[in-house]
């Protein structure tokens, strides 16, 4: 399902997002543009991806991002 290698500690983080909201999506964040609702998204939102501290979610439409640079 993931098209991108994500590693052990975001995956954790993935799997308890997706427990709580299995209804929402994982898009790749490319270009400064959410893959769910194709708009551009703060760079805040990109350095959240970057760093996989915590989930990136595209502001507008609530998408879970993760990074392709
Ligand atoms: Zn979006």
Do not use: W
């Amino acid at each position: 399902m993931f098209a991108a290698p994500i590693d052990q500690l975001a995956l954790d983080l993935y799997t308890r997002i997706f427990t709580k909201a299995e209804d929402q999506a994982v898009y790749a964040l490319e270009n400064g543009i959410c893959g769910g609702g194709h708009m551009k998204v703060v760079s805040g939102t990109i350095q959240t991806a970057r760093t996989g501290e915590t989930i990136a979610q595209g502001k507008s439409c609530g998408s879970i991002l993760y990074l392709v640079e």
